[in-house]
């Protein structure tokens, strides 16, 4: 089976510009999560989707990220407009349900300058 | 509130020596603890987890971890380290918030030498 996918593998944007990072989880999986991991710091917890409706998105920053799953299937994470704390690594994991194992994608780089 | 502390955030082995990565956690609750292993260019890839059932859990590739409650503990181990082990390994635990809801901690790279 294909594994959770994430689009693009990197991002240069400049501060104040939009970007959108895309995740493609594994087909059947109802859970998605995004998670990230700042300047080699620990990796956090953004938010958790089941389905379409956002189950937990308690760790979203600020009002300048939006999270999509239209239909319950891809996401979307919108950071808009981007500022240079927010450059690091953007985790997209998903499982079949609340209690099986997380399966990650390889992440999207987003650089910030 | 949930925590997790990884001690040294880089650790230097010899191939065919023992690895032991260290793990401290804090929990409320009895917790669910996992170890992740991220190869470069790759995404985090479950090693093992523990969920209360035997305290001496064997993952993949000969990892194993041992949870020790008295000293809140999961570190992990291999008897014999691999060159195809380096990378960096990530200790974390389930928050109250759900199964998969983790907080992490700062990780650990691990190097292999000849």
């Known amino acids: 089976e294909a594994g959770v996918t994430q689009f693009p593998s990197h991002s240069v944007i400049e501060k104040g510009q939009t970007v959108t990072l895309r995740c493609d989880p594994i087909s059947g999986h109802d859970n998605l999560y995004w998670y990230r991991r700042v300047m080699g710091k620990e990796i956090k917890f953004l938010l958790h989707?089941?389905?379409?409706?956002?189950?937990?998105e308690s760790g979203m920053p600020n009002n300048r990220f939006l999270a999509e799953r239209t239909g319950g299937t891809y996401s979307t994470l919108k950071v808009q407009p981007a500022e240079l704390e927010d450059s690091g690594v953007y985790f997209c994991a998903s499982s079949q349900d609340l209690d099986s194992p997380l399966h990650f994608g390889n992440g999207t780089r987003l650089t910030v300058t | 509130a949930q925590s997790v502390t990884q001690l040294g955030s880089h650790v230097s082995v010899s191939e065919g020596a023992l690895v032991l990565l260290r793990c401290n956690y804090s929990s409320s609750v009895p917790p669910y603890l996992f170890w992740y292993v991220q190869y470069p260019n790759q995404g985090l890839q479950l090693l093992l987890k523990y969920t209360s059932a035997a305290t001496l859990v064997k993952g993949i590739n000969g990892f194993e971890a041992e949870f020790k409650k008295s000293e809140t503990s999961f570190h992990l181990t291999k008897p014999s380290a691999h060159m195809s082990d380096a990378a960096e390994y990530f200790c974390a635990v389930s928050s109250s918030g759900g199964y998969n809801k983790l907080i992490f901690g700062a990780g650990t790279r691990l190097a292999v030498h000849p």
């Open positions: 989707f089941v389905k379409e409706s956002k189950q937990d």
